[in-house]
């Protein structure tokens, strides 16, 4: 099967990590800053699920880019002999989306209407421009020279997320870059609203710690599922110390630490950094304790700097861009023999 799937800008790098410890015989057939296409004997529902997905898709036909319209118009043409996916009975109505360079946009009524009536014709399901119903996309991106008719897969429906939290799609990439395992001993330091928490309960975890100095402030706004997790554990420690938390008593940090622009830190930022990587050095595992932050491009060198004075190696750095603001995500650990 081929698929399309649109992600958080910036982050293929990560994507790749992500993807393929989640998804079976990934063949990358296209990839750009946001967007993916590749093919995998994994299942729509497989790939439906994936919880940094921003959106997925199968591919149903393609035709050569060129003028917009005439493209719609021979994709038309191919829907009688596309095999449409199986959907469940209560899912009668669908409706047609343009999507071309990142942006919804438009094309001739009548190459719009003759793709509506082909694909009315083939899945005798009813137009319906409002409401929920199946949606098929024609999708053009600016590097890739194919033009796509692709059927958007199902996304699970999440409560909204706190203002200014990371998005479920980021909180689950960086979650997966830090290569969970089931016997993980997890934290976050300066959990906040509990982004990568509740992305680290999708997945096997011995332990899931959350911990934030405001945790009495955040924890009424915390979902159920976080709350009643035996795995779970809530401290209100200060990250510069975790008083609570055994010398190289955890095996992986993901977390999002002040940026230095909005808050009011107590010290200058290297000292800060300094403090945070002291800390991060005492309770990580003295062989094998890893990190993925993700922190602003203009800290990210201090941050940097003060990891690798507490002896840890940074793996990789990531540029990606959070809420339009840049940023960077710092991986790394214990160095590897």
């Known amino acids: 099967m081929r698929y ?39 299942s729509a529902k497989e790939v439906a699920s994936l919880p940094f997905a ?10 050569a880019r060129g003028n917009i319209d005439r493209g719609v118009e021979q994709l038309s043409r191919s829907v009688s002999k596309v095999r449409f996916p199986n959907q469940p009975p209560k899912i009668n109505t669908f409706r047609t989306m343009i999507h071309i360079d990142g942006e919804l946009s438009s094309v001739s009524p ?21 409401g929920k119903c199946q949606e098929y996309w024609v999708i ?11 059927m958007r897969l199902p996304k699970p429906e999440r409560p909204p997320k706190a203002k200014g939290a990371i998005s479920y799609e980021l909180s689950a990439m960086l979650v997966h870059a830090s290569r969970p395992h089931p016997k993980d001993i997890f934290l976050d330091p300066f959990a906040g609203s509990g982004s990568f928490v509740q992305a ?25 599922e976080m709350t009643t997790d035996k795995r779970v554990g809530f401290l209100s420690d200060d990250a510069l110390t975790l008083p609570s938390v055994p010398d190289g008593g955890v095996d992986v940090i993901v977390t999002d630490p002040p940026w230095g622009e909005h808050e009011e830190l107590t010290m200058p930022y290297p000292d800060f950094a300094n403090a945070m990587a002291k800390s991060f050095d005492r309770v990580l595992h003295p062989t094998h ?18 990891l ?6 940074i793996n990789a750095s990531h540029s990606i861009l959070v809420n ?7 991986m790394g650990g214990r160095p590897k023999s």
Not at 25 to 40: G, M, Q
Not at 54 to 63: E, P, R
Not at 324 to 330: F, Q, S
């Open 140 to 150: 053009g991106r600016l590097d890739m020279s194919e033009l796509l008719l692709c």
């Open 200 to 224: 680290r309960l999708e997945l096997p975890a011995h332990e899931i710690w959350y911990s934030d100095r405001d945790l009495r402030s955040f924890r009424p706004n915390f979902p159920r």
């Open 289 to 306: 304790g890893d990190f993925v932050i993700l922190c602003s491009r203009r800290t990210s060198e201090i941050i940097a700097r003060s």
């Open 54 to 63: 921003k959106n997925a898709f199968i591919v149903l036909t393609s035709t």
């Open 110 to 130: 009548k190459s719009k209407s003759a793709l509506e009536r082909a694909i009315a014709g083939q899945t005798r399901a009813r137009l319906e421009p409002r």
């Open 4 to 42: 399309f799937m649109q992600y958080a800008a910036g982050t293929s790098d990560l994507l790749l990590d992500a993807i393929s410890n989640q998804i079976r015989d990934v063949d990358v057939l296209y990839r750009d800053d946001s967007a993916v296409i590749f093919e995998s004997r994994s």
């Open 308 to 313: 690798q004075g507490a002896s840890f190696e």
């Open 324 to 330: 339009g603001h840049p940023a960077t995500v710092l």
